[in-house]
DNA sequence: ATGGCTGAGCTACTCAGA
């Protein structure tokens, strides 16, 4: 099973590009974010024309996530946490591995900057949020996924120049420490344990040829709680689609699981 | 380099992203 996590910047906008990229990597589920628009804009037909359902949580103009899925996902729910700003940032659905029931659970995490602003301070609320929520669901069901844009720089090693971003809410010490904290309730970071020194990024800025320049950061991440480690085929970040023209500044990070 | 680019909403420009 292909499971794939995608920030978009826009599912309209980048239609073509995720139609194409879905016909090569052929991915079971597509967990997209910063879809950028409401329920009633969601191209559901694209998706369906090749073989996919479309399971939305949007939102007029920003965030907004998505599940897509050739299989069935049951129990969509969009309230997994209390948002205190109403913005769509969690989606969770329930598919069947196996014999097992496993939760799956996509988000996008607010950005936090800039840090001296309660853009920040709603980052580390949502988080703090979050992370007492997925207690709650661990005791219910402990077979868990959480994938998505998580907006945080886990380690030094996670980007191209940590120093500007030691200040920054994606690489500050105490946004990190929430990480390590949903980590400890028994998660593992997919990638990181699968690399142990490897350096790959998921998003690179618009400007300045970042791309280019390769001056890029990991932020998007697979958490498989430690009950499915066994579980584990492959991961893999794939930087094609981010070279492609009109790319998001995020590119895709491919889960297999059996 | 607190922004060099991009998207949405809207139709001139602001807000947001990371």
């Known amino acids: 099973m292909k499971i794939i996590s995608w920030n978009v910047n826009s599912v309209r906008a980048r239609i073509t590009n995720i139609l194409n990229y879905i016909k090569q990597a052929k991915p079971d589920i597509l967990l997209l974010q910063e879809i950028k628009t409401q329920d009633e804009n969601f191209p559901y037909e694209e998706f369906k024309k090749i073989g996919y359902e479309s399971h939305v949580y949007g939102q007029k103009s920003y965030n907004g996530v998505a599940i897509i899925s050739k299989i069935e996902v049951k129990n969509i729910k969009k309230n997994l946490i209390s948002d205190d700003l109403k913005q769509s940032r969690v989606i969770t659905g329930e598919i069947q591995i196996k014999r097992s029931k496993i939760n799956l659970i996509n988000i996008y995490v607010p950005n936090g900057n800039p840090i001296d602003t309660e853009k920040y301070e709603y980052k580390k609320k949502w988080l703090n949020n979050f992370i007492l929520n997925i207690k709650k669901e661990l005791s219910k069901n402990s077979k868990l996924l959480i994938a998505g844009d998580f907006n945080i720089i886990p380690e030094e090693i996670d980007v191209y120049d940590f120093k500007r971003y030691e200040n920054d809410a994606l ?4 946004i990190r420490k929430k990480f390590r904290e949903l980590l400890n309730l028994g998660f593992k970071d997919v990638y990181r344990i699968k690399n142990r020194n490897k350096q790959e990024y998921t998003f690179w800025d618009y400007f300045a040829g970042s791309w280019q320049k390769n001056y ?4 998007d991440h697979f958490l498989l709680s430690n009950n499915l480690l066994d579980n584990i085929v492959s991961i893999n970040i794939n930087k ?12 895709p990070i491919e889960l297999e699981i059996s």
């Open 240 to 251: 094609n689609p981010r070279s492609k023209t009109k790319p998001s500044d995020h590119t």
């Open 171 to 174: 690489g500050k010490l105490e």
């Open 216 to 219: 890029g950061m990991r932020i």
